[in-house]
C-alpha cells in the first residue's frame, strides 16, 4: 500500500515537473541568497532546478547556497573577470557612513557592474561547453536577475522561450516602465532612491530624472549572440516578452502602486516562520538572554560592517547603552579591537557573529538594531520584533521608510550616530512606547496571514510560465503608445486651442458689441443735442 502511494506520488510529480534554469552569477550575497531561495523553492515542490552560478566575486565560491536544488553549475572566472569582482569588492563603502550616496557616486559603480557582465559574457562564450551541456536539457524556462544582462545570449544560445526575469530588491523604476507598468515617480520611490511616498518638488524631480539621466550617462551595452555570426541581440524586445516579472516586495509592506498581472510580488519567500520559530538558541546564547530583563540586537549587516564605523559613533552608541544599564545590548562587531571603546561596559556584549534569525524570534529579544538590508527588513517584520533603522546606503533607504510607515520601527539618521543623546532618546522610545511592540507585531501577523503565502505565489507563477510560455495577453499595449498620447498631452493641447479659440472668439464678439453700443448711444447723444 505505502508502496502504491509513493510510487503515485512519484508519478504525479513526474507529471507536473518541469525543468528550471536559475541563473545567478556569484557577485552579492544577498542577490545569490533570493535566487538560491527561488531556486529551492521549486526544487521542493518536485521540479528539477539547474542552479547556474558562475563566479565573480571568489570569496563566495565555496558557500553552499542552495540546499535542495542538487544539480549546481559552477564557471571558474576568467582573470580578468576575477580582477573586476576584486574591484567590486574592494569597492571602498565604508565613506558611506558619514557621506550621502548621490548618483555621482553610484554611476561608477553602475559602469563597473555592466563591464563585468559583459567581461562574463566573453568567459561564457570562451567556455562554451558548459552551456551545450545544458542545452540537452530542453529548459522549460529561465530565471534571472533584471540587470544581470548577459541571461540573454544564454537565452538565445539555449532556445529558452520562456523568460522569468526577478529582481532581489523592491520596485524598480526602469524594469517596470519597460514591461509597460504604471510608474508613479510622485508618490513611490525607485528602489535606490532615499525617498518615502510623500516627496518634496525636489525629490519627485530626482526620483523621476534619475533613471533617465543614468541611461544617458551610461547608455545599455551590447551583447552579441554566441551563436555564429554573433549579431548584437535586442534584448530591449525581449524583456516585454518576459511572462512574469518576480520582485523581492511585499504588497502588505510595500508603498501601495498600481501594477500589472505580470507583476508578481513574492516579498517574503525567504522568511519560513515555521522553521525559523523551530530554530532555538543555544546554551551560551540562552544564558547571554537571561542577564537581563530586556534585550537589544545591534547590526548592521555583512557589508558594510560596523568595525569600519568612524570612532565618534563608537563612542556615542556605548555612551548611549551606559545609560540604559538595565538592558542587554548585543552588538555584531567584527573586529577584537572593542575593549579600546568599550570602558568595560557590562551591559555590551560584541560578538563576530550573531545567529540573527533564532535572536529575533526569541521573546526575550525586545529591538532590532540594523541598517536595513532588505533581508533584515524581512527577517524583523515576520518576528513582529519592532525596529530602529539606520540605513546606510543602496536600497537601505527606501527599506527604512518601507517599514517604517507601519509604526512599529522608527528611522534613524546615520547621521545622528555620534549623537549619543539622541541615540539613548530613540532607544529610550522604542522600548519603553508600547505602540511600536503593537504595531510591529500586527504587521507581522497580517504578513503571516497574507491570503496567498508568497511561495505559492512564486510556484504557481513559475508553473503556469513553465506550461503556457510567454503570455502576449498579458503584455500592456500602453507600452508602444508615445508620451504625448499615453499622458493624453494630444488631447490637452488640442482642448487648449479650442478653449483658447473660443476665449478669444468671446472677446472680440464682446468688443465688437461694446463698440456697437457705443455708436448708438453716441448717436442717440448727439441727436439729443
Ligand atoms: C528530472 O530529472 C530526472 C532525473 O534526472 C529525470 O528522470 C526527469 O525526466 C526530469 N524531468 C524533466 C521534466 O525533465
Ligand atoms: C574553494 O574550495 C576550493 C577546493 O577546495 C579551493 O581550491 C579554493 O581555494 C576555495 N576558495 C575559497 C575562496 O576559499
Ligand atoms: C534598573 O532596574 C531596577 C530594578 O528593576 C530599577 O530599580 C532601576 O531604577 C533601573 N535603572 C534604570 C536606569 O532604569
Known amino acids: 500500500m505505502i508502496k502504491f502511494v509513493v510510487f503515485l506520488l512519484l508519478s504525479l510529480n513526474f507529471v507536473n515537473s518541469y525543468n528550471y534554469l536559475v541563473f545567478c552569477p556569484l557577485f552579492g550575497h544577498s542577490h545569490t541568497t533570493f535566487f538560491a531561495q527561488i531556486a529551492d523553492t521549486l526544487s521542493d515542490a ?10 565573480i566575486v571568489e570569496k563566495y565560491e565555496n558557500m553552499s547556497y542552495v540546499k535542495s536544488t542538487k544539480h549546481v553549475v559552477k564557471l571558474k572566472a576568467s582573470e580578468e573577470l576575477n580582477q573586476l569582482g576584486v574591484r567590486l569588492e574592494s569597492n571602498d563603502i565604508s565613506n558611506f557612513w558619514y557621506r550621502e550616496s548621490t548618483i555621482s557616486e553610484i554611476l561608477p559603480t553602475i559602469e563597473l557592474f555592466q563591464k563585468m557582465f559583459l567581461v562574463q559574457s566573453d568567459n561564457i562564450f570562451d567556455n562554451i561547453g558548459v552551456l551545450d551541456e545544458l542545452k540537452n536539457k530542453k529548459f522549460d524556462a529561465i530565471i534571472y536577475e533584471t540587470f544581470v544582462l548577459v541571461a540573454y545570449p544564454i537565452i538565445d544560445y539555449l532556445g529558452i522561450k520562456t523568460q522569468i526575469p526577478a529582481i532581489s530588491m523592491t520596485h524598480d523604476i526602469d524594469t517596470a516602465r519597460v514591461i509597460g507598468e504604471t510608474i508613479m515617480t510622485s508618490a513611490v520611490a525607485d528602489t535606490m532612491a532615499p525617498f518615502g511616498d510623500r516627496m518634496t518638488l525636489i525629490e519627485r524631480t530626482i526620483n523621476s530624472l534619475a533613471s533617465p539621466i543614468i541611461k544617458t550617462f551610461i547608455g545599455w551595452p551590447t551583447y552579441y549572440s554566441f551563436t555564429q555570426p554573433g549579431k548584437p541581440l535586442d534584448y530591449m524586445k525581449m524583456i ?3 511572462t512574469f516579472l518576480l520582485i523581492n516586495s511585499n504588497p502588505y509592506m510595500d508603498f501601495p502602486r498600481p501594477t500589472i498581472t505580470k507583476t508578481v510580488q ?7 516562520m515555521g522553521i525559523m520559530r523551530d530554530v532555538k538558541v543555544d546554551q551560551e546564547w540562552n544564558d547571554i538572554l537571561n542577564i537581563r530583563e530586556i534585550n537589544v540586537l545591534i547590526s548592521f549587516g555583512t557589508v558594510q560592517q560596523s568595525q569600519f564605523m568612524p570612532s565618534s559613533y563608537k563612542a556615542a552608541i556605548i555612551e548611549a547603552c551606559s545609560k540604559l544599564p538595565n538592558v542587554t545590548f548585543i552588538w555584531k562587531y567584527e573586529a577584537d579591537d572593542y575593549n579600546k571603546f568599550n570602558r568595560d561596559l557590562p551591559n555590551i556584549i560584541f560578538r563576530k ?13 525586545n529591538v532590532f538594531f540594523t541598517h536595513a538590508g532588505l ?9 513582529g520584533k519592532p525596529a530602529i533603522l539606520c540605513p546606510i546606503f543602496a536600497d537601505q533607504m527606501r527599506n527604512a521608510k518601507m517599514l517604517s510607515r507601519h509604526e512599529g520601527a522608527v528611522e534613524f539618521s546615520k547621521f545622528n550616530l555620534d549623537n549619543s543623546e539622541k541615540l539613548e532618546t530613540v532607544l529610550k522610545e522604542v522600548l519603553y512606547n508600547p505602540k511600536y511592540a503593537e504595531n510591529a507585531l500586527g504587521l507581522a501577523r497580517r504578513l503571516e496571514k497574507q491570503p496567498i503565502k508568497p511561495k505559492q505565489l512564486l510556484l504557481k507563477h513559475c508553473e503556469f510560465a513553465a506550461e503556457f510560455g510567454e503570455l502576449p495577453s498579458l503584455d500592456p499595449y500602453s507600452r508602444n503608445m508615445s508620451y504625448f498620447s499615453y499622458f493624453m498631452i494630444d488631447i490637452f493641447l488640442i482642448l487648449s486651442v479650442i478653449v483658447i479659440g473660443l476665449f478669444i472668439l468671446g472677446f472680440y464678439i464682446l468688443k465688437n458689441l461694446l463698440f456697437i453700443v457705443k455708436m448708438i448711444s453716441f448717436k442717440k447723444n448727439t441727436k439729443l443735442e
Request: hydrophobic letters at 35%.
Open 266 to 272: 513574492i516579498g517574503g519567500i525567504s522568511v519560513d
Open 240 to 242: 516585454p516578452k518576459s
Open 46 to 55: 518536485g521540479h528539477n532546478v539547474t542552479f547556474f552560478t558562475p563566479t
Open 353 to 365: 557573529w550573531i545567529p540573527q534569525r533564532a535572536l529575533l524570534v526569541d521573546s526575550r529579544v
Open 375 to 383: 533581508g533584515s527588513v524581512n527577517e524583523v517584520s515576520y518576528s
